[in-house]
């Protein structure tokens, strides 16, 4: 039967509203020596559940946390956010990237076979002894502007198991066209485009790439909105400029949006955007570039919709 897999069971998926399809709710990537990512998202549960009221007051219905293991997964918080929010909240599954590889996962002496079977597994009986099943596999990134052996190994494996389970695939791939080398894995190993989200879209602002994953039948997904940094911030009238044009060019169902809030100074409480930047300034900027209310709907209720459900 066809479901949406949140952290608390499966749900019709007419019941799944408004949905952030790119989402932390808890996050550390700041222990990695000599890295850059020293970012940290507090795992503070009033905070974190005043951040939540706000957006489910706004309209939210869903939101996918994809924090990963190597990073902080923690099913049980998950399912504790969900039964205190009413928020829909669906896990992620698979590793993230080469430099946040658990050592635990053993990345690099499995087969790819053996690395899937343990994401079906996941997704058949639940993770560890939470019993909590991913809805998703990802996000499944790469450090650099292309994909890593190691990191290949992980991206077969996650195209075989998205084979097997149905579910679908969003993915790492910033500042550059590495979503392109992504999605070519993925079909390699038998997985449908069209249920392959490419993330951080909006970091690498090409027409011409946008449209070449589109094209494929695959899935963009514009995830960096509402983000403090001033890089960030300019970019975004760039989105706005890329969403139309795919809108008038008739791509609606096959643009998400997102915040993927992971950094404490992205929330409310810090004076940040939270997970409301859509509502409140996005998608008022959309509107007012001529963007209907159908295609809005489309882009942020019908499409994750689409994409998370199963069967």
Request: aromatic share 6%; glycine share 10%; with cysteine.
């Amino acid at each position: 039967m066809a479901h949406v897999q949140t952290v608390l069971g499966p749900i019709e998926p007419s019941a799944l509203g408004f949905t952030l399809p790119h989402e932390h709710t808890q996050i550390a990537l700041w222990h990695i020596e000599g890295r850059w990512d020293y970012w940290q998202l507090t795992r503070d549960e009033p905070v974190i559940l005043a951040e939540l009221a706000r957006y489910r007051d706004a309209g939210g219905s869903g939101l996918v946390d994809l924090t990963l293991p190597g990073v902080g997964r923690a099913p049980a918080w998950l399912r504790g956010l969900a039964e205190a929010s009413g928020i829909h909240i669906v896990m992620g599954g698979g590793w993230y990237r080469t430099a946040y590889y658990p050592p635990e996962a053993l990345i690099d002496r499995r087969s790819v076979d053996d690395l899937a079977d343990e994401l079906v597994r996941d997704v058949t009986d639940g993770v560890g002894e939470s019993g909590v099943r991913p809805g998703i596999f990802g996000e499944i990134g790469t450090d650099k502007p292309w994909v890593s052996a190691a990191e290949e190994r992980v991206h077969r494996a996650v195209g075989r198991a998205a084979r097997r389970t149905g579910l679908a695939i969003t993915t790492h791939g910033p500042l550059s066209d590495v979503g392109l080398a992504q999605l070519r894995i993925f079909e390699e190993e038998g997985a449908d485009p069209g249920r392959v989200v490419i993330g951080h879209a909006d970091s690498y602002p090409v027409l011409e790439h946008q449209l070449a994953i589109i094209e494929r039948g695959a899935n963009v997904e514009f995830d960096f909105l509402g983000m403090p940094w001033p890089t960030e911030q300019h970019a975004e009238a760039r989105t706005i400029e890329l969403t139309c044009e795919l809108l008038s060019r008739g791509h609606a169902d096959r643009i998400l949006l997102s915040h993927d809030v992971c950094h404490d100074h992205q929330l409310k409480a810090n004076e940040g955007n939270g997970y409301v930047h859509l509502f409140e300034t996005f998608l008022p900027r959309l509107r007012a570039a001529g963007v209907s209310d159908a295609e809005i709907e489309t882009m942020t209720v019908a499409n994750p919709r689409r994409l998370l459900t199963i069967g």
